[in-house]
């Protein structure tokens, strides 16, 4: 059984159609990037699946069972742009708070999680006193020490610097590794979606449909160094013939 199903998914708000007829298998353990432009409807694919919005018509399902379900096990981390860190707890204490409410048995310590983010020396420190990418890295604690089986993460790295984005990439690639998950990522990123993804899946604008998906079969890990490689070249010379074409077509 997949671990997240689009099943013939459509979404209308109001007069705007969203999404259209979505359908979109994801395994157990897989990374999948959802590419698009800007309003095709990326967030609302990744709201479905934690539980914040309600098909129109068809359905989401994780392993067979509803999003509410699962999001009431605590199932799912979510991470979003701007890290959603409380400025006046310490950062030991921003990702305890995920642990005081979700009080699940098989959490790592809050410390060993930060300590395994490069954070071990930052407990004590306040969100203010860290660099936009360390803040991240935090929020990304607060969302995985509960340790999840699902990720959901809508362009985690876009308010960051170029080089910042880059670290973060290596960095959740290796997270991943000793904490493996199902991961969606919503990202404009290409070099993003490649450097992350066993697949990805490039979205039509509006209304959102699938366009094409796109395997990506890097070994892993994969390092920094693999951007320098003409094999990683050519693979975003392909995500960005399918996002062209996508463009290409509206405008006729
Ligand atoms: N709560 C909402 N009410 C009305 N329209 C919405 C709402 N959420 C999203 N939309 C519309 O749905 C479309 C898809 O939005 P979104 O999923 O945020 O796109 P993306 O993340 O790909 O940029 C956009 O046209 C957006 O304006
Ligand atoms: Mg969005």
């Not at 409380?86 to 410390?111: F, G, H, K, W």
């Given at each position: 059984?997949?671990a997240i199903t689009?099943q013939?998914?459509?979404k209308s708000?109001?007069e705007i159609e969203a999404?259209r007829d979505?359908?979109?298998?994801i395994?157990?353990?897989?990374f999948v990037?959802?590419?698009g432009?800007?309003g095709c409807?990326?967030?609302t694919?990744?709201?479905?699946?934690?539980?914040?919005e309600?098909?129109?018509?068809?359905?989401v399902?994780?392993k067979?069972?509803?999003?509410g379900?699962?999001?009431?096990?605590?199932k799912?981390?979510a991470?979003?742009q701007?890290p959603?860190?409380?400025p006046?707890?310490t950062?030991?204490e921003n990702?305890q708070?995920?642990?005081d409410i979700?009080?699940?048995r098989s959490?790592?310590?809050?410390?060993?999680?930060?300590e395994?983010f490069g954070?071990?020396d930052?407990?004590?420190?306040?969100p203010h006193?860290?660099s936009?990418?360390?803040?991240q890295?935090v929020n990304?604690?607060?969302?995985m020490?509960?340790n999840p089986p699902?990720l959901m993460?809508?362009?985690?790295?876009?308010a960051?610097?170029?080089m910042?984005?880059?670290?973060?990439c290596?960095?959740?690639g290796?997270?991943l590794i000793s904490?493996?998950?199902?991961?969606?990522?919503?990202?404009h990123s290409?070099?993003?979606?490649v450097m992350l993804?066993?697949?990805?899946?490039v979205?039509a604008?509006?209304?959102?449909?699938?366009?094409s998906?796109l395997?990506v079969?890097?070994?892993r890990?994969r390092?920094?160094?693999?951007?320098?490689?003409?094999?990683f070249?050519e693979?975003?010379?392909?995500?960005?013939?399918?996002l062209?074409?996508?463009?290409?077509?509206?405008?006729?």
């Amino acid at each position: 059984m997949s671990a997240i199903t689009f099943q013939n998914v459509s979404k209308s708000f109001a007069e705007i159609e969203a999404l259209r007829d979505i359908s979109l298998e994801i395994d157990e353990g897989e990374f999948v990037a959802l590419i698009g432009p800007s309003g095709c409807g990326k967030t609302t694919m990744l709201r479905h699946v934690i539980d914040l919005e309600k098909a129109t018509s068809g359905e989401v399902l994780l392993k067979g069972k509803s999003p509410g379900a699962i999001r009431r096990e605590y199932k799912i981390g979510a991470v979003f742009q701007s890290p959603a860190l409380v400025p006046s707890n310490t950062v030991l204490e921003n990702v305890q708070m995920t642990l005081d409410i979700t009080n699940v048995r098989s959490a790592i310590s809050p410390q060993t999680i930060l300590e395994d983010f490069g954070l071990g020396d930052f407990l004590n420190h306040y969100p203010h006193q860290l660099s936009g990418g360390m803040q991240q890295r935090v929020n990304i604690a607060a969302a995985m020490v509960h340790n999840p089986p699902y990720l959901m993460m809508d362009e985690p790295f876009s308010a960051l610097d170029e080089m910042t984005r880059e670290y973060m990439c290596e960095f959740l690639g290796e997270v991943l590794i000793s904490h493996p998950k199902t991961v969606l990522l919503v990202t404009h990123s290409i070099d993003e979606a490649v450097m992350l993804s066993d697949r990805i899946v490039v979205l039509a604008p509006r209304p959102g449909r699938v366009n094409s998906i796109l395997n990506v079969a890097f070994e892993r890990p994969r390092k920094r160094s693999l951007k320098t490689l003409p094999e990683f070249a050519e693979k975003v010379l392909e995500v960005r013939r399918e996002l062209y074409g996508v463009e290409i077509e509206e405008k006729h």
